[in-house]
C-alpha cells in the first residue's frame, strides 16, 4: 500500500510542474496594441528586419516585442529577434533583425506574426503574459 502514496505524490508533483510551465494568457488593458509594416528587409546572407509600433500599459516585469516570419508554409516560422518593450502607454517604434539561413526565405511575400509579451512575476518564477499579437502578411524587400 506504500505505492498508493508515492504515486499520488508523483502525479501531484506533474500536474504542479505542468500549470508552472504553461503561459499565462491573461492580456492587459485593451489600450495594448502592435503593428507590423507593410515591408520588412531581406539581405542576402539571410538577415530579416521586421518593424511596426506597439503601445502598452500595466506591466510588472520585462517586456518584449517578439516577431517571427513565414513564407510558404504557415507551419514553419522563423523567429526575428526581441526587442526590450517600455510600457507607459505611449506608441513606440520597434525593430527586430534576426538571421536565417538564405535559403529559407527569399524576396517577395511573406506573414510576419508580432507579439507584446511580458515575463509577469507569478510566485517563484516569471510566466509570459501576452499583451498584444498582430498578424500581417508583409512582402519582404531586398535590403
Known amino acids: 500500500m506504500r505505492l498508493r502514496p508515492v504515486l499520488a505524490a508523483a502525479l501531484g508533483s506533474a500536474a504542479l510542474l ?9 492580456a492587459s488593458a485593451s489600450a495594448d496594441s502592435v503593428t507590423v509594416d507593410p515591408a520588412g528587409r ?3 546572407d539571410g538577415t530579416v528586419t521586421l518593424s511596426g509600433t506597439y503601445t502598452c500599459t500595466d506591466a510588472t516585469g520585462p517586456v518584449f516585442v ?6 510558404e508554409s504557415p507551419n514553419t516560422r522563423h523567429g526575428v529577434g526581441g526587442t526590450r518593450a517600455v510600457c507607459d502607454g505611449a506608441e513606440h517604434h520597434w525593430e527586430n533583425t534576426g538571421k536565417v539561413t538564405s535559403e529559407k526565405l ?6 510576419v506574426e508580432a507579439t507584446i509579451m511580458e515575463l509577469r512575476p507569478q510566485g517563484v518564477m516569471p ?14 524587400d531586398k535590403a
Open 127 to 140: 510566466l509570459p503574459t501576452f499583451h498584444a499579437v498582430q498578424q500581417q502578411d508583409v512582402t519582404l
Open 18 to 26: 505542468c500549470g508552472a510551465v504553461a503561459p499565462a494568457t491573461a
Open 106 to 111: 527569399k524576396p517577395g511575400a511573406a506573414h
Open 42 to 44: 531581406l539581405a542576402d
Open 66 to 71: 517578439s516577431s517571427s516570419v513565414s513564407q
